[in-house]
């Protein structure tokens, strides 16, 4: 069998530091090309890791035959009009978060793919994690009782060398929601398996990010069967680590260290004063796994790991808490 081939856009971090390894560690595919609007930063991803070809263009990358898949990591404003190239070039394509600026554009990226027949996906890592597919199995079968509330400790300290777009460039769609809080809702979502129907929330401006731009925001996310999620995301927090933490009827579930892009943390369970560890199945690489899947998809085995709905129902959440900071008005969530 011919390996899958995939095309990367954008010489990015999340490209160089994840991706393009995740793709080559799979059997059945191979990062074929980069393309770069630089060919000198194109050239120095591409010998660091191997990637045979290098395009400057987008018109090149899709016009190479011995490319299947695209995956996009540019920055967010550019991904509406890569995927919709790439779908009528025939490529499928798996898109980093958030998917888009706007809703809009998120459903004119799916409607492309879907016009063409190509499978699209979203790479949430985080629903990959071990320990993730765990609280969700724990949940589902009963562990905590009916879910009450959760809490998501996703207070990082951005690292230095992402201080780039990410706090200084809104048309890149820079801040700490588009960048975090869609990381949080499809974790919950992932988890809960339900869906936010209303958020409240607060941002701020920490002193990272440019004025105008927020490094903070706490707020509640309302989901359909009752549960209220809360959640703190932040570039500005050295210290706290990060966890999560679901309630229920019966019980808690708590999993520190587990809001990462390693395959890392822990979980446990109390019931009254009782604390039991969870033994937890052997982990794997999360990007590694996102592209597993979607290969499988590829071959008509199932779904990628986030799908492109997933994508546009995290951001969907994310614009919602946006416009509720703005506002101070609590947002119901339209999907539609
Ligand atoms: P980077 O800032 O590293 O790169 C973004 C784009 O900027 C690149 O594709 C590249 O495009 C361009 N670029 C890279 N270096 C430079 C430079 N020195 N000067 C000018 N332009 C440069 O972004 P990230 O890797 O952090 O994020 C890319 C995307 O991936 C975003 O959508 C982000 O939200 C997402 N992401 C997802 C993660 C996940 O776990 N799912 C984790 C991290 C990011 P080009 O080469 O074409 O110029």
């Known amino acids: 069998m011919p390996k899958k081939g995939w095309g990367i856009i954008g010489a990015s971090t999340i490209a160089r530091e994840y991706m393009i390894r995740a793709i080559n560690a799979q059997q059945d595919s191979r990062a074929v090309a980069v393309m770069s609007r630089s060919m000198r930063r194109g050239r120095r991803l591409a010998q660091e890791l191997n990637v045979e070809r290098i395009y400057d263009n987008l018109d090149a990358l899709l016009s190479d035959p011995e490319i299947d898949v695209i995956y996009i990591s540019s920055t967010?404003?550019?991904?509406?009009?890569?995927?919709?190239?790439?779908?009528?070039?025939?490529?499928?394509?798996?898109?980093?978060?958030?998917l888009a600026l706007t809703l809009s554009d998120a459903r004119k990226m799916i409607h492309a793919c879907e016009e063409a027949g190509v499978i699209m996906g979203t790479n949430h890592h985080l629903r990959n994690a071990v320990t993730h597919r765990k609280l969700r199995s724990l949940i589902r079968r009963g562990a905590i009782g009916r879910p009450l509330a959760a809490r998501v400790f996703h207070a990082v300290s951005l690292p230095q060398h992402l201080r780039t777009w990410r706090i200084n460039n809104p048309d890149a769609g820079a801040g700490v929601v588009l960048d975090i809080t869609v990381h949080d809702t499809d974790t919950l979502r992932f988890i809960l398996e339900d869906e936010v129907v209303e958020v409240s929330a607060q941002t701020a401006s920490q002193g990272m990010a440019h004025e105008g731009i927020e490094d903070a925001v706490m707020g509640v996310m309302r989901f359909r069967r009752g549960v209220m999620a809360q959640f703190h995301d932040a570039f500005t927090i050295a210290h706290a680590g990060t966890g999560l933490e679901i309630h229920g009827t019966e019980g808690s579930l708590f999993a520190e260290n587990v809001m990462t892009q390693r395959p890392?943390?822990?979980?446990?369970?109390?019931?009254?004063?009782?604390?039991?560890?969870?033994?937890?199945?052997?982990?794997?690489?999360?990007?590694?796994?996102?592209?597993?899947?979607?290969n499988r998809a590829l071959d008509g085995l199932g779904e990628p790991s986030a799908t492109a709905n997933d994508g546009l129902r995290s951001l969907a959440v994310a614009l919602s808490v946006l416009e509720s900071a703005k506002t101070g008005m609590c947002i119901k969530v339209r999907y539609g």
């Open 76 to 98: 967010n404003e550019r991904h509406k009009e890569e995927t919709v190239a790439a779908a009528a070039a025939g490529k499928h394509v798996l898109c980093e978060k958030p």
């Open 264 to 294: 890392v943390g822990r979980i446990y369970r109390r019931v009254n004063n009782k604390k039991e560890v969870i033994t937890l199945g052997p982990s794997e690489n999360l990007y590694t796994r996102a592209v597993r899947l979607f």
